[in-house]
C-alpha cells in the first residue's frame, strides 16, 4: 500500500452536505487524481452515504423506532457495472421495506424482527474493487453493522474476503460465481457451477453442436467459469474453438467477432459483463450473425442488460440462470408487480436481484430467530442460524446448505423474446443442492463447514468422483 488518505465530506439523505468526524479509508494503488474523483463522487452522489434517514421514496427509510439493527448495503450504483448492480441495491431495498413493514413475504411476521426494524446503512464502491475492500472496512468498524448485503463481480468479492475473515463478518453474496471457494464468513445465494454450468454445456453440445467459442471479461470469474465449461464441454467431446477476453468496461468487439467469423462453431459461450454485454450484442447482429447461426449462451445477460440493448439483439439467443422474470409462480408473480410498484412500471426483474432479494429473508430469518431464543446478533449467532433456512422465493422454494454456506437453487435455461422474456426451455424439477467446487476439475472435492462452526478448515476429499443430483 502506496498511503493513507482522508475524506471529511458524507451525504446524509436529506440532502444536505455536513461535516461528520473523519471517514479515514486507504486507497491502496489509488492515484491522487482517483481519489480526488472518488472524494467528488463522494459529495455528488452518495459514494460515502451513510443510513437513509427522511425524504421520501424508495430510498427513504423514516422512523425506525428503538435499537434498528444495522445491515451494510454494498453495490455499486456508478461506474461500469451500475447497469446491473443497482437492481440488486433495489431488490434488497423492498425487501428491507417489506420486512420493516411487515407486508410481502414477511406479512404475518408483524413490523420488523422481533420488534426492531432494518437500519440500511449505504455505499457505493463505484464499480472500484480497492473501494469495496475499504468500504467493507468502514462498514464493519465504524458504522458497526450486524452484517453486510453485497458484491457482484468475484473480484469484488475476493477483494473483500480477506476483511470479513480477518474480521469475523459475514456477507451475504448473491451473485452466480465460478465456485472453488468455501468461506465461514460468506453466505452464497448465487449459483453454484453445478446450478448453472453442468446443464447448460450439455444443452449446447446437444442443441447447437461440438463447437463452442468461449469469450468473457477479463478477471477471474469470467476465466474461472469458462475453465470449467471448457471441462465439461471435453468431457462431452466437444470443443474449444476460440478463448477471448476484453478489459472490464470494453465496448469494442470487432476484432472478437471477426475471430468468432473465422472459427466458425456451433455457439458462442459468453461471460461479458456490465456494459460490454448490450455491446456486444449489437454489434454481433449489426455484422451480420443471427442466432439462428451462432446462437450464444451466456450467463451474465438478464432481462436488465437485454432492456439496455434493445430487446431484438437478443431475440433467439440464451441464458442460463435461476430465475427469469417469465417465471410462473405465486411468489413470483407478487414479487415482480411489487418491485415495479416501487420503482416504476417499465422496471424488469432478474436473477442476481432475485437473489439479493430472497438472501435478505435469510437474513432477517436467522435474525429473527436469534432474537426470540433470547440471543444476541453477532456473528457466531447470526451465522448458525442461517445454516439451513428456508424460503418460498419468487424462483421456487430455497435452501441455505447447512453445510457449505452455499443455496439450493433451481437451474434454469431462457430463450430471450422479442419482447425481452425469456421463454424458459429448461428447468430443473426443484431446486439443486449447491456443489462449491466444480467436479469437473476437483472430483470428490467437498465443503463441509464444522457444527458450531470453529472457522476451521471446512474442505474435505469425498473419494467420489461422480456426485448424484440432489433435489431439495
Not at 468461506?183 to 447447437?208: H, K, L, M, R, W
Not at 456490465?274 to 451480420?288: K, V
Request: hydrophobic fraction near 30%; include cysteine.
Amino acid at each position: 500500500m502506496n498511503g493513507v488518505s482522508s475524506a471529511f465530506l458524507s451525504l446524509p439523505f436529506s440532502g444536505k452536505i455536513m461535516t461528520k468526524k473523519p471517514l479515514y479509508f486507504n486507497l491502496g494503488r489509488t492515484s491522487r487524481r482517483k481519489f480526488l474523483k472518488y472524494s467528488s463522487l463522494a459529495v455528488g452522489t452518495g459514494i460515502l452515504a451513510s443510513c437513509t434517514r427522511g425524504g421520501g421514496g424508495a430510498n427513504s427509510q423514516g422512523d425506525l423506532g428503538e435499537n434498528p439493527i444495522k445491515v451494510g448495503v454494498m453495490y455499486s450504483t456508478t461506474g461500469s457495472i451500475a447497469i446491473v448492480e443497482k437492481s440488486l441495491q433495489d431488490s434488497t431495498f423492498l425487501a428491507i421495506d417489506q420486512i420493516n413493514s411487515g407486508t410481502g413475504p414477511w406479512e404475518g411476521n408483524g413490523e420488523g424482527i422481533a420488534g426492531r426494524k432494518i437500519q440500511r446503512v449505504v455505499v457505493n464502491p463505484d464499480s472500484n474493487w480497492d473501494l469495496y475492500n475499504q468500504m467493507s472496512k468502514r462498514l464493519i468498524d465504524e458504522d458497526q453493522v450486524s452484517c453486510v448485503l453485497g458484491c457482484y463481480t468475484s473480484a469484488s468479492r475476493k477483494s473483500v474476503l480477506p476483511v470479513f475473515e480477518e474480521k469475523d463478518s459475514l456477507l451475504y453474496y448473491p451473485v452466480y460465481y465460478e465456485g472453488n471457494e468455501c468461506s465461514s464468513n460468506v453466505f452464497y445465494t448465487g449459483a453454484a457451477p453445478n446450478q448453472q454450468i453442468t446443464d447448460s454445456i450439455p444443452y449446447c453440445y446437444e442443441n447447437f453442436g461440438p463447437k463452442g467459442f468461449f469469450i468473457g471479461s477479463d478477471y477471474i470469474y469470467p476465466k474461472e467459469s469458462n475453465r470449467i465449461a471448457k471441462a465439461e464441454l471435453e468431457k462431452l467431446g466437444g470443443q474449444v474453438m476460440g478463448d477471448e477476453y476484453a478489459p472490464l468496461g470494453t465496448t469494442e468487439f470487432i476484432t472478437i467477432i471477426n475471430k468468432i467469423k473465422q472459427a466458425k462453431p456451433d455457439f458462442v459461450l459468453s461471460n461479458l459483463v456490465g456494459d460490454s454485454i448490450p455491446a456486444f450484442y449489437r454489434q454481433y447482429r449489426d455484422s451480420g450473425i443471427t442466432s439462428d447461426d451462432i446462437p450464444i449462451m451466456a450467463y451474465p445477460t438478464t432481462e436488465e442488460e437485454i432492456q439496455a440493448m434493445g430487446a431484438e439483439y437478443a431475440a433467439g439467443h440464451y441464458t442460463s440462470f435461476n430465475y427469469f422474470q417469465s417465471v410462473d409462480t405465486p411468489e413470483n408473480q407478487q414479487f415482480v408487480r411489487e418491485f415495479k410498484e416501487m420503482f416504476g412500471e417499465n422496471r424488469v426483474t432478474n436473477g442476481v436481484m432475485e437473489a439479493a432479494y430472497l438472501q435478505t429473508f435469510f437474513m432477517a430469518q436467522a435474525m429473527k430467530d436469534v432474537l426470540e431464543a433470547g440471543e444476541e446478533i453477532d456473528t457466531k449467532t447470526l451465522r448458525e442460524a442461517t445454516r439451513g433456512q428456508e424460503f418460498n422465493a419468487p424462483q421456487g422454494k430455497v435452501k441455505m446448505d447447512a453445510d457449505n454456506y452455499h443455496t439450493y437453487l433451481y437451474a434454469r435455461i431462457g430463450r430471450w423474446q422479442e419482447d425481452g422474456q425469456a421463454d424458459i426451455v429448461f428447468s430443473s424439477p426443484s431446486a439443486i443442492k449447491p456443489i462449491p467446487w466444480s467436479q469437473a476439475l476437483y472430483p470428490g472435492r467437498m465443503c463441509v463447514h464444522p457444527s458450531p462452526d470453529n472457522r476451521s478448515d471446512p474442505t474435505k476429499e469425498t473419494g467420489k468422483e461422480n456426485l448424484e443430483t440432489k433435489y431439495l
